[in-house]
Structure formats: C-alpha cells, structure tokens
C-alpha cells in the first residue's frame, strides 16, 4: 500500500522509510516527509522556492 | 513464425527514413522493399547516412514495387490519394502517413484542404491511427492514416480534458505550435537555406492550418465534430526535430489542480508512450522536446490558473517519431495485435 | 553644446552592458561612470568582449559613484525600489529598468509580483517608458521605467488594435512569447547551462506571468485597467536575443485586411521605430527577431481569419534593444527633446 | 543466466546518466544502485527526464553503496585515484571513466597532469579500456579505465596509420578537435552559460592538452611512447554532444588512396563499432558527429594529397557514448566475453 | 564635397545585401544602383529584410547599369573575369569581391583553380584588397580585389610572424578554418538544407582549398611565393556568420611569450580593426567569432608552447565583413584616403 | 564473386545486374557500370562533378 502525494496523488511508496525521513514523488517530484509508515501517509515537506533563472 | 513484410514508398524521405530506420531492428517485421524516384540503385545508408553499416537495403523504383503484406505511404500530401488504388493492390493493409487520409468527412476536407478529395469513398473506411484514441480499430483497418505531427501533439495533450467534458466550449480554443525544420520534409529550398532557416522563429500559416481539421474531428463527439472554434498557429523554431504545443483551454467549472491530474492519470496510465511531467524542481518542468528525439514518447503537462478556470496544456513529441514513423509502427504493432512497443524502447537522450 | 552626463549601475550585466555600447556612440552624451559591484576595477570589456578597444572605461564600485545628470539602474528585481532614495540623490533623472516602477497601481503590483511595494509613493510618479505610448510625459519625467520585454513586444502588437476599439473583450485575449536566453540576465545557473538550454523549448510561467501586469496596465482604456482576462504563456527557445509574441485577438466587428492595415498604419506611421511586416511571399513574410538583433526595431505583423473574426498578432524584437538598453537610449533622447534616433541607427543583420 | 550486478558512483553526472539509459536496457545487467551526493534519495529521471517512466530508481548516498560484480566510477578528474581501495573492496571489477588511470607510466602522468599520481602502483595493472586496442587484456582485467573523448577520437582515427608503419615522424603531428558542452560535464558556470557558449568557437587548452597524453601512449610502438612531437589543440563549438577530429599526418612513402583504404579496410573491417566514411557525392561525404548522438558508432574518413604525401584523417564519435560511457559498456561486454553489442544497438538519428 | 557614387553587381548575394547595408550608412558615399539579375524590379528589403524601412532603393537589371565612381563586383567565382571588360567601362574603379583577382600569378591560379585564367593580363595589375598589407597600393589602384574569408582571418594571423622571419618553414604549416554557413552564399540547395546543415560539423575539401593559393601569395616573400608546404583545411560548423582559423606554426628560434607579444604589437597597434585577444582569465580568453558578427574587426590571439617552439595562432573575424564587404568598404576608405573606419563603427554584440 | 571498386577496392555485388547498368559502391559511393557479370568488374561511369555549395 502506498501514501498519495498531496500535491497530486501520485502514488509514494514508503516502505523501508521511517517517519520523518524525505522522499519524492515519482510524479510531481515534491519534496514530502513521511508521516505514517503503516498507514501510508506523506505530507509536503518545507520548500524553498528555487529560482529558475527565467 | 515468419516475419511481416512490410515495403515503402518514398523512402528516401525523412519519415521514410524513420521508418526504415525503426524497422531493421523491428524483431517481427522484414522490411522487403523501398522505393524512391530519385534514389532508385542508391543504397538506403546515401540517403540515410545513419545506416551505413547497418543495411545493404537500395532503394527500387516505386514501378518495381511488388506485393507485400504492408505498404508504407511516406509521400507528399496529395499524391497518395491519386495513386492509392495501385497501391492497395500491392498489399493488403496500407498505412499512409500524409495528410490524404485523415479525415472522415469530405467536407471537412474540402473545407481545410480547400479541394475536393481524389478518392473520397474511401475516407470513411480509413482509421485514423493514433493508437491512444482508436486502438481496437487498427486490428481490422486495411487503410490506416498516419496523423498531423501538430495534430497528434494537440489531440495527445488535449483529448483527456474533452473526453472528461470539462472544457468550456463557448469560449475559442488557443493553440500555439512550435516546431523543427525536419517536419517540413527533405526538400532543400529558399525556405530551409540555413543561414535563413538558422535561429529563425518564423510564423507560418498563423491562421487557416490544416492540422486544425484533425482536432476538430479528434477531439468533437464520437461522430461528430467539434464545433468550438479552435484557433490554431505555427511557429518554426530553431530546432530540427521536435514539436511543443501549447494551449489554453477553460474550464465549465471550478476544478483543482488534483482534479486534473487525475484526469490526465485516467485517461494515460496504461498508455505506454505517454507520460505526464509537470513538476516543482528542477529544469525539465514540463514536457521538452529535445529529450524525445528518436523517441517514441508523447510528454504531456499542464499549469492551472484556479481563478480564470485556465488549464494551459503543454505537450511535446518527436514529429518523425510519435508524430510520424514511430507512430505509424505502434499502429502496426496494433494491427497485427502485437506488443505495442515492439521497435519502439528507444527512450531519448539526455543531454543533448 | 556639452554632453549629457550618464551613469549606470550593474553595468556588467546584459542591459548595461547593452546600454555602454550605444551610449559610447551616443553623439550628445558622456559616460561618466559604470558601477559593478563584482567587477569595479576591471575594464568593461572584461566582462563586454565586443567593447575591446573601443572604450577603456573601467567598472567602479557602486558605492562610489558621484553626480550626474542621468542615472541608469540595471539592477534586478527588487533592489532599485529599495535604495532609489540614494539612487535620486546622484541624479535628477533616473531611469530604472527592472521590473520595479512598471506599475502604476500598488494594487496592481501586490496581485502580480505578490508582496508590497517598498516605495509606493514613487509608482504614480513614474513614467512607463514607452516612447511610442508615453512620448509626451517622458519629457518632464524624472523617475523613468524600462519596460518588459515580452510585455513591450506585446503591447506596441496590440495596442493599435485596442485603441481603435475593435477587440471584442469578453473573449480571453491569449498570448504566447517565445524568447531568448539573454532575457534571463547574465548569471549562471542550471537553467541555463548549456548542455540542457541549448534546443530547448521550455515553458515557464505558463501562468501568472508578471508581465501580464503590464499588458492590463498598457493596454486598457488610458485610467483606468483591462478589465479583460489576459492569458500570456512564455516558452524559453534556442536563441540568445529575440522576442516573438504570437497574440490571438477576437474583434467586435467583421473588419477586412485593409482595414487592419489601415489601423497599423495610423498608429505607427511616424514612427521610427515600428515597422509593419506582412509580405505575400518569401521567405521573411512576418516579423523575425533574429534580423532584428542589436536593432531598436519592434516589427508588428497580422493575419487575419475574416470568418472568425480573429486577428493574430505577430510581434517581435530584441530583447535587449527595444525591449530593455534601446527603449531606455529611446526614452532618454525623448526626455531631452532630442531626435529619437541618436544612437540607435544601427539596422540589424542579414543574414544572421 | 543471472545478471551481472552493476552499480555506478558519480550517477548525476553526464556520462553517469549516459551508462544508467545504456545499461538499463541491457539483457545481461542488473543496475544494483546508482550513488550520488547531491541527488541521493531522487529518483533518477530528476537528473535524467530522458528516463522517466522507463526506470524507478532512485540515487543512494555515496556512502550507502553494497557490494556489486563491477563498479563504474563516472567521477571528476583526480577523485577516483585517491578513492580506489575504497572502491575496489566493493567490486572484484572497476571501471574508472575519468582521466585517473589512462597511463600506464606515472612519468608521463606527471608530465601532463602536472602533479604526482595518487596511487601510482595501479597504473601498470589498469587496462587502457579500448576494445579495439586492447581487447584482448580485458577479458582478465580488474581495474579498467574510460578513454578520453578527443584521445579515442584521434586514436581510432590514427591507429591504422601508425600500425602500418607509414607514418613520418619527423614531422610534427597536428590535431584539431571540435568538441561539444557536454564534454565538459553536468555542472554549470559562467562557461557553459547559454548566452556565451551558445554559437561559440572557443579555443581552450590551444597547447598542453592533457588528451595528448593517451595519443603519445596509444600511438607509439607497443612498449614504448610515440617521440613524434604531437601538437593536439582543441575548440569547443556549437553542439551538445559529439567530437570531430582532424588530423594532418605526413606518409614516409608516396601511396595512392587505395593504399590507405586498404590500410583502414584491414584494421577495421572486423570491428562492431567503427565504419569508414569517405564518399564522392552527397552531403555526408566525411564523418559527422551528429548523426552518430546516442550511437556507439566512430567514423573514420581520410583525405589524401598524393603530391604533399599528406593524410587529412577525420573521425567523429558522441564523447558520451564511443568516448565515454558506451565504449565503457563496450569494454563491459568485453571484460564478460559477451558479443560486444549488447545494450550498444542504437544506430543514430538522421536528420537530427 | 559631392558624394562618391558607389553601384553594387551581384546586390541580392550576401556580400552584396552586407555592402549596401554598410554603405547606406556612409557619410561619404552615396549608392546609386544596385543590379541583381532574379530580383531586378523588386525592392532591397525583399532580399535584404533587414533593410526594409532604411531604404527604398529598388534592384535594377545588370544591363541596366550606368556609370559609377566606383563598381563592386559580388559574384560567384569565375564570373567576373569573363566580363571585367564592360564592368570597367562602367567606372574607373572596380572592387571585385570574387576569387577571380586575387592572385597574381596565372601559374598559381591554374595551379590551385585547375584551369586557366579569363583574363590573365589583368592579374598583375590588380591589388590584392587587404589593407593591412597593401594599404599604400590601394590609393591608386583602379582594380582591387577582394580577399578570401579564411584566407583573411588566417594572413592576419600569421603575417606578423613571417613578417619578423622567425617561421621554421621547414616544418609544413598547418591550418585547421571553422566557418559559417553564410560563407557559401545565398543559393539554397542540399548541402544548406536546415535539417542537415544545423549542427553539422562538416569538413570540405580537406585538402587543395583554393584559399591556399592566396596564403601562398601573401605569406611568402614580397615578390615570390611562400615554398613551405601550406595544410589548410576547412570545417563548416553551426554558425551563420564567422570564421576560426587555428594555425600551427613552428619557430626556428627559442622566443618567450613576451617576444611574440612585442611582433604582434609592432605589426597591429595603428590598425583600427585588428585586436590582440589573449586573457588569462574569464571566458572570451581568445579570439571568438560570435561577438564580430556584423564588424569589421579580425580578433588575433596565440598561445606559445615553449618547449616544442610551437605558436598556436587564432584568428576570427565575421566572414560577410573583415571577410568580404566590410573589408571591401575599408579598401573603399583606402582607395579615397578616407578614415578607414568610416561606416565601419559598429562594434558588434554581447551577448549574440 | 564480386567485382572490386576502382575507387576504393571496395568488394561490389553485381549479381542481378546487367553489363552496362549503373550501380554504387557501397563504401565509396562512386558511380559505377558494370563491365562484366561472369568476371565480376566494374569501372568508374563518367560523373559530373557536384556542386557542393561549400
Ligand atoms: N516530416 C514530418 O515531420 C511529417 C510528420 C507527419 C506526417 N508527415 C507526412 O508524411 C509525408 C512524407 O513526409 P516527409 O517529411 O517524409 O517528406 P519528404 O522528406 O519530402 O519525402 C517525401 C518522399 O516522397 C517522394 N516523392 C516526392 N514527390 C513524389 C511524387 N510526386 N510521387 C511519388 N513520390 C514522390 C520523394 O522521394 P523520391 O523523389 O526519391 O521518390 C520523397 O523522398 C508527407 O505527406 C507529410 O505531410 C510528415
Ligand atoms: N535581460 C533582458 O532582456 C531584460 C529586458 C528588459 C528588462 N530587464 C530588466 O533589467 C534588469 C537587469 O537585467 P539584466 O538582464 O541586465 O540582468 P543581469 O545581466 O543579471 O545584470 C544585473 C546586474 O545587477 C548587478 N546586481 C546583481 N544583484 C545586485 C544587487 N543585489 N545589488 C546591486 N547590484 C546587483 C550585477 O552586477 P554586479 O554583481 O557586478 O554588481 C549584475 O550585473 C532586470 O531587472 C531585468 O528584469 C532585462
Ligand atoms: N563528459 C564527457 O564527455 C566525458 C567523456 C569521457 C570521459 N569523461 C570523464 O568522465 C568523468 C565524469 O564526467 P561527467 O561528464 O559525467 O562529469 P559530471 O557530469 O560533472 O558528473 C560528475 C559526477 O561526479 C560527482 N562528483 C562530483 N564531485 C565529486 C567528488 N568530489 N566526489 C565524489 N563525487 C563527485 C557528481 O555527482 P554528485 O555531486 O551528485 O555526487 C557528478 O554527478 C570525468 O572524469 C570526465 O573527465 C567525460
Ligand atoms: N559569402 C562570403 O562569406 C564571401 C566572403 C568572401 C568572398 N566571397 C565571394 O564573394 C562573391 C559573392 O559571394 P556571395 O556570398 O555574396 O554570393 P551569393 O550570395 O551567392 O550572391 C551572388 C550573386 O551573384 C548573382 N549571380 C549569380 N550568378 C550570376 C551570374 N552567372 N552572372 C551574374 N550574376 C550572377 C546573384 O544574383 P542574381 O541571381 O539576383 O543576379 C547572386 O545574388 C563570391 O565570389 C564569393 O566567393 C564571399
Ligand atoms: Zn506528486
Ligand atoms: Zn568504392
């Protein structure tokens, strides 16, 4: 079972992660922190703004 | 089991190239014959340099053609439809990649190609061959269609969201194309020169576009088209293969970002040469032509303006590829019931 | 007569490198200083190469700039609201060309740049410095702005169009820029590093542009803004200089050819810096940036769907010249009531 | 037959991405893990969007790496050499693309690189990885390095030439390599900054090329350096991907083309990966880089001046693919007695 | 003073579009025709886009042509000396930019062209355009011709070393040009197809360039022909405007790099358009084509390797101007003992 | 058997071919008649130079 990305619920494994730790989704590539591990859940995780350079 | 025979006309051309090119390494295809006027005796590898080494294939007169299993039309628009009952007895299955056949209606043809069809008994018959939106047609159709390489990208980004009707169809829709220099074929001209055609960003045909007859066919109502106004324009680019659409379509109601991924993860999922790419980070947001050159791929994004119910739909192909000769194989691949991706893995370089 | 005296701030960067070049052929003005905080001490054509043997200035460091009768600012986004106090001290006339006093509404510049403005009191001061639409405030101005660049392409393509009335406004006005890399300054980064920007077709902003801003700014009635939704998407393509804006209007009346003309002719025929390019045939039919390279030329073309009743507007220049250095050398030799071309003579290249 | 675990250190990196796309598809390799530093925990279409959705990896940490059957080290200069103990108890078998351990003499690394080797005892046991020069010691190899792009260029260009002894040396042997920005790898800066490289002719490096190095090493008698006084410069041009080099060789007897085509014929009629290019018609008459982007392939073309007893030798590769991570899967392959294809089959795309 | 009266055969070539750009910006000149045989009736910005709005002058047919002051020739090779009889009687002096008076000696002109010349007589009468190294033959000469692009940029470059004797000739000399695309004119056709010629690194006539010969000429002696064996190859890359010409030349004394600072300083401080380019930081370290399209300038730099007594020249000017028109226009100046820089001011771009 | 480009020595397949036909080499791409079936040869056909446009 996997988390859904908040941004745009993508599915996000989480198995092997521990809550607290950063992953990415595979779709949006959003910077998300695990939040539950049996309960698979990911929220979005602080994000700095990059500047793109356009 | 013996392989499928497949022969081509105007081989000497870039599409025809392509297909060539795609079909050598194709594991259930042999490639009999290929025909080209001017390069008939040549080697395949004089006119496609990438293939020396790789065939001893020549080019034969298109006279000399003879029968085969499928024929591959690779012919400027306007000649396959004058000369396709020759070629349909050659083979019983003819995959033509022009503009001749893709319409249903003559009228509509009539409207856009601005002449009356050469052939137009068959136009009901022929399937348009994009896999992604008449796949259980190919398996039967004797007469496939390639389709526009600015249509497949329009159709390809766009069809979800009219499938899903949401678009608000009382306001135009907006498509801007940008597009490299091979879609416009291998004959050298004033137009291609390269110290003109170099960095260029050229307009061309901003209003009145044949490719626009397609989306009107494409992505109206099964059966019957579209009849909001769509306002279609090109700009070549600097750029020799590759094709970026963008368009701007509203929305009948007030949706989210999410609402729309879901959409668009509906309608592709299973689709193995589309991918969704929209992004936060880093440099390739969203679709990028130049990384699908030689790929099969149709990358598709969008950005949602919330407050102006705007959807700004971005997607990009390899116009010799997905929206030409790459595309015409997966259509055969459909037709013969075969594993769509079959000579199709190659996924693009990065960088490049 | 004595000349003008002119200084610039962030002269190492794209526009003031720009801005050094004309002036230093500027027959009524004087460089006095150009300031650079990462390069003062160096010689300008350290970091402007084609300024090699034609000027020995030497870049000084931004705190040590004197008095002058014109103050150029080149800085980006955000820095000359905050220190342009200091900034008027050193001159009685500044012309700032970065985003900041662009906008004459604080409203209008919290909901497209989305914070405060840090001096607000300035903005209804400021002239938008646009020769074309503003020529006659420029002369008394003493706070100027430089203009956007995708939003000046657009608006001296539009505004003819506008001012006549002829836009029907309940239809979205869509609008697609295709622009070069210098339009991104001259700093280093991922996104533009060489491997992965060159060929590319990268949209960004596909909504929300800031420049948007400036389009409802400009292009509404004089007082008051467009009411009009303002769709403007921007695609990054291979090309170092250029601008071309591709903008699709719907109007209100069924109107033929000529009568387009006849409104493009009105609005810019006195002008000496637009140039109207619609050609039946060859191979430059519309505007193209590339011939427009170190030129101050904005070029404006049309084509128009009479069934429809769609124009689509094509637009393009450098990014550079009319769109940032140029329009600023423009806007200056308007406030001193000297002849508009001074300096700006230069027509651009074939081929290119 | 289970797969031979690979894994890659340096994975973010240009020749990183290029050996994860080859590798992927290859039908005798696992990819194990794929380390980086800045993109651990990414998935690696982040770095490389070519491979979104053909491959759910993700970056590891330098540090996390397991054990695997070959390790590949696509590092900067001067990192895998203080590193390798490390490295090679991870792997019974390691492939190093950087410059590390290309030469087998510590005197001429010195000589060239301008400072000791870090692990000089490795040296004499590193096989220079070029199958076509080496293949034979391969097949036992433990410690294997990459060959530099411009070297391999020149070195397939010239072997021939020198193995058949008709080479005068007391004439200096002059080179000029065209070299495109992705030689120069995935990190940005001012160099590689689209405005400036773009549409640059760049000399960099005019003398002392460290490539020359592996041509003194390459091209001398089996056993001892070449003495000929070698004169290698190089200019970065327009292009992402691909080298052309040419070189000015002086023949010690008066010989007729068919001489040196027999020459060439000899050396590399055998050979997967090598095809000669010399035609009297058309447009691609010599080799051409971009029609081998993505492909393994090296041409090879000469010219001769009967009169001057002179050989313009021309020879082409993508740096990323026959001069980097290609030739290392070539090696790869080599190194497991496979058929040296595998995984290598991409012929290039023309146009492009 | 009444303006000289300059007409232009040859008008809607490249040179010819670059000549009545720079001339219709000259404060001493006035153009009074301009022929072109396919565009007779049609206006110069229909050939020329960049000069739509600057003039209104119109092509006339070549026998339409009336007497001048002077008359350029921009004609393909071999065409003018055929018919250098009327063109003289049409003005006192003549400039052909063609290869047809380049050369003094028949010999070497049927030596390096392969046949004989039209008008040999004339030869030896004819100055050779260049004014850094004829200027004082050209203020009487009533026949000049123009100069070879990269036979330009690579006598500006080695001239001052053969001028100072310190060229070891027994060692060949070996000249690698990188070129534009413009070079080879306005005619489009197969070999200047964009989808092949974009990104091309394609090299042509490897050995036997005609521009040989004129190196020959003007490296040698005054009064007799260089004997050193001359290797000059040429590589069209991806550029419009621009030549790049890398030199290897050996020396037959021990000199530091300080020595040859002092020769190239001797032999270039009083010429307006030639720059020493030789940094030892930042990215424009050597001489760089981009940054001279449109001026007149020939950048020279050089790096010596001590050791092996071995000066890498670079040289780089644009192909359309210190390559041809612009050179045409300095001569031009010379011939009337103007300021050599007149209409020549611009300084070209950066960023481009 | 096959027949040897003059040009280049290349090996040209002439079986198929009739003598006097035009065939390419496959390596060096030069125009070539066939002079002989039975004993492969093949000579140079007569070839006008191609403008290049370079
Ligand atoms: N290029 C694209 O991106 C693209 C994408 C989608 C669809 N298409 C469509 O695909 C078709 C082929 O396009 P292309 O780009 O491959 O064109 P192309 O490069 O111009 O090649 C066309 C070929 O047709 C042959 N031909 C030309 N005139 C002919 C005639 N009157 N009768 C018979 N053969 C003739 C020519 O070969 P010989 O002279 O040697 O016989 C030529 O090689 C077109 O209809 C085009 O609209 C192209
Ligand atoms: N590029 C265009 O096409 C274009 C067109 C229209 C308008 N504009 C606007 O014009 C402005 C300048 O653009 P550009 O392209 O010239 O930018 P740029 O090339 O990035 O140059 C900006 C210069 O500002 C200086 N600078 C940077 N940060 C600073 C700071 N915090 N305080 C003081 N100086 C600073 C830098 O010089 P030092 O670090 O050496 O001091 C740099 O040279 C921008 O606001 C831009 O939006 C640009
Ligand atoms: N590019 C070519 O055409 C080419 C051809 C032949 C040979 N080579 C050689 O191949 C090697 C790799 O070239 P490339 O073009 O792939 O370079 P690259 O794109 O710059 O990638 C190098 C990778 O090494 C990692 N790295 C950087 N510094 C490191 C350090 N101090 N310790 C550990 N890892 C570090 C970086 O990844 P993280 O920062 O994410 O760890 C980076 O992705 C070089 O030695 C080059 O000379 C390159
Ligand atoms: N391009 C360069 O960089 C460069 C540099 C140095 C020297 N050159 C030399 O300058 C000359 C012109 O070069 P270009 O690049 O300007 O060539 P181009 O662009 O091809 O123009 C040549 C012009 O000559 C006219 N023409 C062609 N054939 C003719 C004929 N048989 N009789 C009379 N007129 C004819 C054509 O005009 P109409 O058909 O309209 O009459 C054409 O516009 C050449 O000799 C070239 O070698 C060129
Ligand atoms: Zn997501
Ligand atoms: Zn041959």
Redesign the interface.
């Known amino acids: 079972m996997a988390a859904h990305c908040p941004e745009c619920e993508a599915d996000v494994e989480v198995q092997g992660l521990m809550v607290g730790e950063i992953t990415f989704c595979p779709d949006c590539n959003a910077e998300l922190e695990v939040i539950n591990v049996e309960q698979p859940e990911v929220a979005l995780a602080p994000e700095v703004e990059e500047d793109w350079g356009e | 089991m013996s392989r499928v025979r497949v022969a081509i006309v105007g081989g000497s051309g ?1 599409t025809g ?1 392509e297909l060539i ?1 795609l079909l ?2 194709h594991p259930l295809v042999e490639i009999t014959q290929v025909a080209s006027g001017s390069q008939a ?3 395949v590898h ?1 006119a ?7 065939s ?1 294939l020549r080019f034969c007169y298109p006279d000399d053609l003879t029968s085969c299993d499928v024929l591959f039309l690779c012919l400027p628009h306007g000649v396959s439809s004058g000369e396709i009952e020759r070629y349909r007895t050659l083979a019983p299955r003819v995959i033509d990649l022009s503009g001749d056949f893709r319409l249903r209606s003559p009228e509509l043809y009539r409207r856009w190609y601005g002449h009356e069809h050469k052939a137009p008994a068959l136009l009901s018959e022929a399937v348009y061959g994009l896999p992604e939106l008449h796949r259980s047609e190919l398996s039967e159709a004797a007469l496939v269609s390639g389709t526009g390489c600015m249509a497949t990208t329009s159709i390809l980004g766009l069809a979800p969201l009219y499938r899903a009707g949401i678009v608000k169809q009382s ?2 829709l ?1 498509l ?1 194309a ?1 597009v ?3 879609a416009a074929g ?18 061309f045909e ?3 576009h044949r490719h626009t007859a397609e989306l009107i066919q494409e992505l109206g109502q099964p059966g019957s088209e579209l009849q909001q ?1 769509v ?1 279609f ?1 090109a ?1 070549a ?6 094709i ?1 659409v ?1 368009a ?1 379509v ?1 929305l009948n109601e007030r949706l989210d ?2 609402a729309i ?2 959409i668009y ?1 509906e309608a592709y999922q299973r689709e193995p040469f589309i ?17 699908l ?3 099969n ?1 149709c ?1 598709v ?1 969008f ?3 919330v407050e ?1 119910q ?1 959807v ?1 739909v ?1 997607a ?1 192909l390899d116009n ?1 590829m997905k929206g030409a000769a790459g595309n015409g194989v997966q259509a055969l691949n459909c037709m013969f019931g075969w594993d769509e991706t079959l000579g199709l ?8």
Do not use: C, M
Request: charged fraction near 25%; hydrophobic fraction near 30%; avoid cysteine.
């Open positions: 870039y190239g090119r050598l390494f005796g040549h080697f004089s496609h340099p990438n293939l020396r080494k790789i001893t306001i135009p907006v801007e940008k490299g220099s091979s291998a004959k050298a001209g004033p137009a291609s020169h390269h110290p003109d055609r170099s960095g260029a960003v050229r307009s901003p209003t009145g106004l306002a324009s700009t680019i600097e750029l020799v293969r590759g970026l963008t701007h509203f970002e999410r991924w879901r993860r991918r969704l790419v929209k992004e936060r980070n880093g440099v390739y947001r969203y679709p990028e032509p130049k990384i050159a030689g790929s791929y990358d994004g950005e949602l303006d102006q705007r700004v971005i990009a010799l893995t190659f996924p693009g370089l990065h960088p490049v």
